[in-house]
């Protein structure tokens, strides 16, 4: 999507095979440490968290009620989580335009997190 709409601003004609090629040529750029560790962000920590949107594929991946008793049973186990939901929030919100860097700008990921 942000190809494309970035097709239509420079009044390129966006194609679906056009797009799909500029989309495979950014892959390498993810496959680094940096594009791995957004990968699992996306991946896992959003959907184990139950903030933001994730894949779909793993939408019924959460922690285990079990477990999450026992963490809101014990303050300090509260407080180490509550802790680690803020700190991944704000690393999300930090990093939120690290994909648009990426896409339409050509940076490396490790780029792209100082663009945004």
Request: hydrophobic share 55%.
């Given at each position: 999507?942000?190809?494309?709409?970035?097709?239509l601003?420079?009044?390129?004609?966006?194609?679906?095979?056009?797009?799909?090629?500029?989309?495979?040529?950014?892959?390498?750029?993810?496959?680094?440490?940096?594009?791995l560790?957004?990968l699992a962000?996306?991946g896992?920590?959003?959907p184990?968290?139950?903030?933001?949107?994730?894949?779909?594929?793993?939408?019924?991946?959460?922690?285990?009620?079990?477990?999450?008793?026992?963490?809101?049973?014990?303050?300090?186990?509260?407080?180490?989580?509550?802790?680690?939901?803020?700190?991944?929030?704000?690393?999300?919100?930090?990093?939120?335009f690290?994909?648009?860097?990426?896409?339409?700008?050509?940076?490396?990921?490790?780029?792209?997190?100082?663009?945004s």
């Amino acid at each position: 999507m942000l190809i494309a709409a970035d097709s239509l601003k420079g009044n390129h004609r966006a194609t679906l095979w056009g797009d799909l090629r500029a989309a495979l040529a950014s892959f390498p750029r993810f496959l680094q440490p940096a594009g791995l560790l957004i990968l699992a962000y996306v991946g896992l920590v959003v959907p184990l968290t139950g903030m933001g949107f994730g894949l779909s594929a793993l939408s019924g991946l959460r922690i285990p009620n079990f477990i999450t008793s026992v963490i809101y049973a014990n303050p300090l186990y509260l407080s180490g989580y509550t802790a680690l939901i803020i700190l991944l929030a704000v690393v999300g919100v930090l990093s939120i335009f690290v994909f648009h860097a990426v896409l339409l700008r050509g940076t490396t990921v490790w780029g792209g997190f100082r663009f945004s």
